[in-house]
C-alpha cells in the first residue's frame, strides 16, 4: 500500500471553516475521549485564543493528525497531539511536532505528556519539568524544552 498524499495545514481558530473545527475537535474525541476511554473537557477555550495556531496534516480532505500551540506569554506550549488510527505508524505526529517546535521560535516550550510517552517528547529535546500527576485517570508528566543556544 503507497503512502497517502499529506498537506499541512496551519491556522488560526478564526481562519479555520466550520468542517475543519468539526474534523479537529472529532479526532481528539476519538482519540481522547472514547479511545482513551476519558471523558473531560476536550474544549477547553483554549483553541479559541487569537494567538493559539492548530496544525494538522490531511490525506483527501480527511484530518491525519493534528497538535496545537499554544501561546502561554514567555512561553509556548503544545498539546493535543493526536493520530486517526488509518494513519499510524507513519511519523505524522513526529512531523507535526517538528512543524510546532519551529513555529514557536526561540522561546521554551512545555507541555503535559502521557508519561508513557516521555521518551518519545525527548527525541525533541523535552525534559521532564517536575514530578508525574495523574489527569483524567493518566499519568502525566510536565515536559519543558529550552530553546536552542546559538553557537
Known amino acids: 500500500m503507497t503512502s497517502p498524499s499529506l498537506h499541512l495545514r496551519t491556522a488560526a481558530f478564526a481562519d479555520l471553516t466550520p468542517f475543519e ?3 479537529l475537535c472529532r479526532l481528539r474525541v ?3 475521549v472514547v479511545e482513551q476511554e476519558c471523558p473531560y473537557p476536550e474544549l477547553d477555550g483554549r483553541d479559541v485564543e487569537p494567538a493559539t495556531v492548530h496544525l494538522w496534516l490531511e490525506s483527501d480532505g480527511e484530518v491525519a493528525a493534528t497538535i ?3 501561546d502561554d506569554g514567555a512561553s509556548r506550549a503544545i498539546g493535543r497531539v493526536a493520530t486517526a488510527a ?7 505526529a513526529a512531523r507535526l511536532m517538528a512543524e510546532g517546535i519551529a ?3 526561540d522561546v521554551p ?3 503535559g505528556a502521557q508519561a508513557h510517552l516521555e521518551g518519545w517528547y525527548e527525541r525533541f529535546g523535552f525534559r521532564r519539568s517536575g514530578p508525574g500527576y495523574i489527569e483524567d485517570g493518566i499519568p502525566h508528566v510536565p ?3 529550552e530553546p536552542a543556544l546559538s553557537a
Open 30 to 32: 476519538d482519540v481522547f
Open 21 to 23: 473545527v468539526y474534523d
Open 86 to 92: 488509518g494513519f499510524r505508524g507513519q511519523g505524522l
Open 109 to 111: 516550550i512545555t507541555l
Open 68 to 70: 496545537r500551540v499554544l
Open 103 to 105: 513555529l514557536c521560535g
Open 143 to 145: 515536559m519543558r524544552r
